[in-house]
């Protein structure tokens, strides 16, 4: 489709049998800032929605500020009654995806959908049409949605898990957006889930003498982490992590901007005792990343962090007092994921960070996740340390 074509459908007036609704690309700062304000608005009336902080919000959308952009691609729309924002979405590729084989998700041909908002159906699928016409320019044949954007941020539609917040760098949707989507033909294709636990309660007795028997083997260290020496050990982390998952679908591997971004972005509630890294014979085999649930913190700031949200962060920040801790990541090297060695592991180093989040931060509930439906590794250890399904997201697609 060439420029002029697009121009048009650009200009397009949607007339979904209510007032005239016009639906125009961002491309200017207040746009983007358009973009940014909508939930705000949608979701004021939600008790369990937490507001972003809107500054960190923003650079998700700005290329010169993410560095996901340096291999995607994205457009985003807004959806407009008169001069009223009704909805948004954004339309985005991924050449790093394209590049994955398609068994695992992704693969040639593939787009993405997500940051979609909206007030009414009407405008859901008048927005996710405008997306799809923009992907199919781009010569994409297949979509997936919603992933927000990049797969390591917000993937996935919450479908249960409504009555309760979701924690930090978790989604959060209406429950009417599932049945639009499934009634625009789309059709699930993954599920994620999240598992919380009681961390205050001792694991069950199996599991106990399994963590025995690893602190006993002289070949097993598990250390914490030693945030002095950020980018060494964040080195460490990644390659056990590119390794982890890189069979797991959805997988597109971190890239050195991206990494450069989340570190700066997760520093300030990275703790010690909180990340573990597991050691066989010295050489580094797994690694377990915890953060106390910074939206706790954020919730009542309604997105600002002026005049005096910033003050109250920071003393936040100094030594967080949490109900919940997150483990956003856990992995152990391929080699050893069929072992039995794998599960010893992860349930050392679950232990060792239960204990340092009761004691130090006075932590009385975890969450695990997001996690495959079908990754029966991690599932299986979720379960064996009675840890519940409190959330559950969905991924769709759709042949173009």
């Known amino acids: ?10 200009r397009a007036v949607y007339r979904p049998g209510m007032a005239e609704l016009r639906i125009t690309p961002v491309s200017t700062k207040a746009d983007r800032k358009l973009f940014v304000d909508l939930p705000f608005r949608l979701y004021r009336d939600d008790p369990h929605w937490v507001p972003p902080l809107k500054g960190e ?9 993410n560095g996901w952009y340096s291999h995607a691609t994205a457009q985003l729309f807004l ?4 001069d ?8 985005h590729i991924d050449t790093l995806a394209q590049e994955m084989s398609p068994v695992q998700g992704f693969g040639p041909g593939a787009g993405q959908w997500g940051l979609m908002e909206a007030e009414d159906e009407a405008t859901f699928t008048a927005l996710l049409a405008r997306a799809e016409e923009w992907l199919r320019a781009q010569g994409v044949t297949r979509a997936l949605g919603p992933i927000s954007q990049s797969i390591w941020e917000e993937p996935g539609l919450l479908i249960e898990g409504y009555d309760h917040a979701p924690t930090v760098m978790m989604g959060h949707a209406k429950p009417a957006y599932r049945g639009w989507i499934e009634r625009a033909g789309y059709l699930p294709v993954k599920k994620l889930v999240t598992y919380e636990l009681n961390i205050t309660q001792e694991f069950p007795p199996l599991v106990k003498r399994i963590i025995r028997s690893g602190e006993k083997n002289p070949s097993i260290v598990v250390r914490e982490v ?40 997760l520093k300030p509630i990275v703790f010690n005792d909180l990340i573990r890294i597991a050691e066989l014979d010295g050489r580094p085999v797994a690694f377990m990343i915890t953060l106390p649930d910074l939206n706790e913190a954020i ?21 967080p007092r949490v109900r919940t801790m997150r483990v956003p990541l856990m992995g ?9 060695l794998a599960s010893q592991l992860a349930f050392m180093m679950i232990e060792a960070i239960r204990q340092a989040s009761v004691r130090n931060y006075g932590a009385s509930r975890g969450e695990i996740g997001w ?3 079908d990754n029966q590794g991690m599932n299986s250890i979720a379960t064996a340390i009675d840890s519940k399904i409190n959330k559950v997201y969905q991924i769709y697609e759709r042949a173009l």
């Open 371 to 373: 996690i495959l439906d």
């Open 79 to 82: 959806a407009y009654r008169g």
């Open 1 to 10: 489709m060439d420029k002029s074509s697009l121009a048009l459908i650009d």
């Open 84 to 91: 009223r924002v009704v909805g948004r979405i954004s339309a």
């Open 332 to 340: 152990v090297i391929k080699d050893l994921q069929a072992s039995r």
């Open 226 to 265: 030693d945030k002095s020496r950020f980018d060494e050990e964040a080195a460490i982390i990644l390659n056990i992590l590119n390794d982890a998952w890189s069979d797991n679908w959805g997988f597109v591997p971190l890239t050195p901007p991206e990494i450069k971004d989340v570190g700066v972005k």
């Open 299 to 319: 919730r009542p700031l309604n997105g600002k962090l002026l005049p005096f949200g910033w003050a109250k962060l920071l003393w936040w920040l100094r030594k």
């Open 57 to 65: 919000a923003l650079g998700l959308i700005t290329p010169e500020k």
